[in-house]
């Protein structure tokens, strides 16, 4: 009777590891694009902000995020049945940690200074079939960081280093482009 318990508790084990293995293989089933297509062609971004450059980020971020799920091959643009177009629509700053400088200070009185920024970034992907260049999949993408602005912190000094700012912009603009891409694979490959 005891052995006969052993068994079935054995083999119900077994059967439940068993079961979690296959649901486990199920649900995490191999990613691709909408309409199963596997090589794409991936030309450069086009720039419709005033921020010049950041095209490229952006297109080798989602290059790198398809070459790391394998989800997708990117091919040239002669050997795929469909092209993915990533138009940058938007890059705004918007200053925050606004505060006024006090009337004791070597700044105008009233002058406000902002300490901080918020980089927002609109961007649109198209998956387009190169045959009819009709839309396969779209969709509108939306991200942002924030970054502190240069300070002034020795006193009798009024300007910072220039180059602070646009080395920060340039950081965390890479920084958005990984985070924007990731999601955008993801939302193109996802399987229901």
Request: charged share 20%; hydrophobic share 40%.
């Amino acid at each position: 009777m005891e052995s006969m318990k052993r068994t079935f508790f054995i083999i119900f084990g077994l059967s439940l590891f068993i079961s979690s293995c296959v649901h486990y293989q199920l649900g995490t089933g191999r990613r691709s694009l909408t309409g199963g297509y596997q090589q794409v062609a991936l030309p450069l971004f086009k720039n419709k902000s005033m921020e010049p450059g950041i095209e490229v980020e952006f297109t080798n971020a989602l290059m790198q995020e398809f070459q790391r799920s394998k989800a997708v091959k990117v091919v040239d643009k002669n050997l795929s049945e469909v092209e993915l177009r990533g138009t940058i629509e938007s890059v705004s700053y918007v200053p925050g940690g606004l505060k006024t400088a006090e009337p004791s200070s070597v700044m105008p009185s009233g002058s406000v200074i902002a300490t901080a920024y918020t980089i927002q970034v609109r961007l649109r992907i198209e998956l387009i079939k190169k045959h009819d260049q009709s839309v396969v999949w779209s969709g509108s993408f939306s991200g942002e960081r924030g970054y502190s602005a240069p300070q002034v912190t020795i006193p009798g000094i009024n300007s910072v280093n220039p180059n602070y700012n646009l080395s920060a912009r340039r950081l965390q603009m890479g920084l958005i482009a990984n985070d924007m891409m990731i999601e955008v694979h993801d939302r193109m490959t996802e399987t229901f």
